[in-house]
């Protein structure tokens, strides 16, 4: 999809996009509020010369990348700035986890950052002509979202024991229902993806998960923790990673349409004939 077709096309059909870019927009606001990285994701640390410049810088860029994405003519300016960001904060966290691979919340991490990364590089294909080599393999760079889904199941296996506390309770049928049930669609959903059966439904239902993550456990957090820089930062790289996993979503949809179409048309040659 060019920057002139995206223009063409409706909100709706953007909306991952769109997504993506209320995530970084979020995460420059709150870097900028706070003079901080986005704690404890971003892993910048302490004794890092000129730490809070380069927060402040970070956040602009985030801010200002986001804005980017809204525009036709600039978001894949805006897509490529925030792929190079979140390739950043993944190889901190590569670092982190090669230092002492046993501990699986730093691969969590990098997953997750790449998860990020990922989705920028599907928008950079998608936003890109469509003769060139990026574009052209925007299906196979979407398939590797598949596994960073697969760590997010790994990362609720490992946090198993004190996962259902994170569920409201209010939430029926009970805690450990969802905390159960979240692990295991990660898991499904990882093998839809990277299988291409069922992908496009699975990456729809991924994102409503992600996005229920957002709505029902971090940001009403804000209202009880307002001043909690941890709980801001939480919900910026949870809508974060609604928009990328929404981005992906939308590329899985976009190539499931095509197949769709393709092989269409080939059984109307095949009736006519």
Known sequence: MSASAMSNRSFVTNIGIYAYAAGAIALG????AWGDFASSWQLVGPAVPART????????????AGLLLLWPRTARAGAALLTVLFSVFTLLWIVRALADPRIYDSWGNVFEELSLVIAGLVLCAALGPRESALARRETQIGRLYGICVVSFGVVH????????????????????????????CFFLAALAILSGVLSALAMRWLTAMILGFELLLWLPKLFSTPHDH????????????TGACWVVADSTAKTANRRAMAMHADRAVGSSA
């Open 53 to 64: 410049l380069l927060a402040y810088f970070t956040a602009a860029c985030e801010l200002g």
């Open 157 to 184: 296996v490992f946090d198993f024991p004190g996962l259902p506390a994170f569920v409201p309770k209010w939430i029926p049928p009970g805690q450990l229902f969802w905390a159960v049930t979240t692990t295991v």
């Open 230 to 241: 941890f709980v801001w930062s939480a919900n910026g790289i949870s809508c974060a990673l």
């Open 29 to 32: 606001l709150i870097g900028i």
